[in-house]
């Protein structure tokens, strides 16, 4: 697949100075796909759970907003915040391409994934592989054994993503986000 990345890039930690570009990124994601999810209890202590893609009349636009809060904790030295940025010159400003922050949970042995955003532009030209490649790294340096990254039931591009990074799927928490959304968890070993 082409891309419209022609220049280099890196992938660094991420500064306080990063944040508004972060915030400014397009979140967007574009879909006519969903998971719908069914929950059905024919008898005491059974539950059946089916995941089904649903493929929707026309395509949608799922607006997500940048935590700006959750970005902030990300700078803390314990977490995870990288950015892939262009290379930089003297003669021209960094251009912000994605970010990824992960959240250990060390008792667990746990990198819990809260943001990977690429640039809308930039999508699908190995920007999000390349940032889970240094956080799996990461991971590794501090001791982690897995990667778990939530995705909403309505961002079947995420869903999608985490599949072909390698990621299985490990469960669902139907009250996760502030808006009551279902998040669907992956996970991938990191050893």
Same mark, same amino acid.
């Given at each position: 697949?082409? /891309?419209?990345?022609?220049?280099?890039?890196?992938? $660094?930690?991420?500064?306080?100075?990063?944040?508004?570009?972060?915030?400014?990124?397009?979140?967007?994601? !574009?879909?006519?796909?969903?998971?719908?999810?069914?929950?059905?209890?024919?008898?005491?202590?059974?539950?059946?759970?089916?995941?089904?893609? !649903?493929?929707?009349?026309?395509?949608?636009?799922?607006?997500?907003?940048?935590?700006?809060?959750?970005?902030?904790?990300?700078?803390?030295?314990?977490?995870?915040?990288?950015?892939?940025?262009?290379?930089?010159?003297?003669?021209?400003? /960094?251009?912000?391409?994605?970010?990824?922050?992960?959240?250990?949970?060390?008792?667990?042995?746990?990198?819990?994934?809260?943001d990977i955003v690429v640039a809308r532009p930039y999508r699908r030209?190995g920007i999000g592989a390349r940032l889970l490649n240094v956080a $799996?790294?990461?991971?590794?340096?501090?001791?982690?054994?897995?990667?778990?990254?939530?995705?909403?039931?309505?961002?079947?591009?995420?869903?999608?993503?985490?599949?072909a990074s390698g990621f299985s799927f490990c469960g669902f928490n139907?009250?996760?986000?502030?808006?009551?959304?279902?998040?669907?968890?992956?996970?991938?070993?990191?050893?």
């Amino acid at each position: 697949m082409s /891309s419209p990345l022609s220049q280099r890039f890196v992938i $660094r930690d991420g500064t306080a100075g990063d944040l508004p570009a972060c915030v400014a990124l397009d979140h967007t994601v !574009e879909t006519d796909v969903v998971l719908q999810m069914k929950i059905y209890q024919p008898e005491t202590n059974q539950w059946e759970i089916t995941l089904r893609e !649903e493929r929707l009349p026309r395509k949608i636009e799922i607006a997500f907003t940048a935590n700006e809060r959750r970005l902030r904790a990300a700078l803390s030295a314990d977490q995870c915040f990288l950015i892939a940025a262009s290379s930089t010159t003297d003669a021209l400003p /960094s251009m912000l391409f994605g970010y990824l922050t992960l959240r250990p949970e060390p008792l667990e042995g746990v990198g819990m994934i809260t943001d990977i955003v690429v640039a809308r532009p930039y999508r699908r030209s190995g920007i999000g592989a390349r940032l889970l490649n240094v956080a $799996r790294r990461w991971a590794k340096e501090h001791d982690l054994t897995r990667l778990m990254l939530p995705v909403q039931t309505k961002n079947a591009p995420g869903v999608r993503f985490c599949q072909a990074s390698g990621f299985s799927f490990c469960g669902f928490n139907d009250r996760h986000y502030p808006n009551q959304d279902i998040a669907v968890f992956f996970t991938q070993s990191v050893r």
